[in-house]
């Protein structure tokens, strides 16, 4: 049973923006904070950013912070991206994840946290 369905992904110059969405069920929605990771071609997934269940606190990974911002809407169960000012670097599968784990400053970055994962999305940035 598919819980978390990406969505938005593409090509896209340097410079430019995209918005990615993740469509949740209702239950992972309402429980669950919600967080991205992304893993390029040869690397390890790594985290990108973080969103609390009440939409208050995020936390980002600094080689996004001030370019990504990550958003939930209740109404729709579906947490967005945005992402501006893109980089070649930034080129991977985008996959959206769900924790019922509270908030751990030591570990939200850890995929272990994240019970539910998304199958991904590919992003492309080309200089």
């Known amino acids: 049973q598919v819980q978390l369905v990406e969505s938005g992904g593409g090509l896209v110059q340097a410079g430019g923006s995209l918005r990615l969405s993740c469509a949740a069920s209702?239950?992972?929605?309402?429980?669950?904070?919600m967080a991205w990771f992304r893993q390029a071609p040869g690397k390890d997934r790594e985290f990108v950013a973080r969103?609390?269940?009440?939409?208050?606190?995020?936390n980002y990974a600094d080689s996004v912070e001030g370019r990504f911002t990550i958003s939930r809407d209740s109404a729709t169960y579906t947490v967005y991206l945005q992402m501006n000012s893109l980089k070649p670097e930034d080129t991977a599968v985008y996959y959206c994840?769900?924790?019922?784990?509270?908030?751990?400053?030591?570990?939200?970055?850890?995929?272990?946290?994240?019970?539910?994962w998304g199958q991904g999305t590919q992003v492309t940035v080309t200089s």
């Open positions: 994840a769900a924790t019922l784990r509270v908030y751990n400053r030591n570990a939200y970055r850890r995929e272990d946290e994240y019970d539910a």
């Open positions: 209702e239950r992972i929605f309402s429980r669950n904070a």
């Open positions: 969103i609390s269940r009440s939409g208050t606190y995020a």
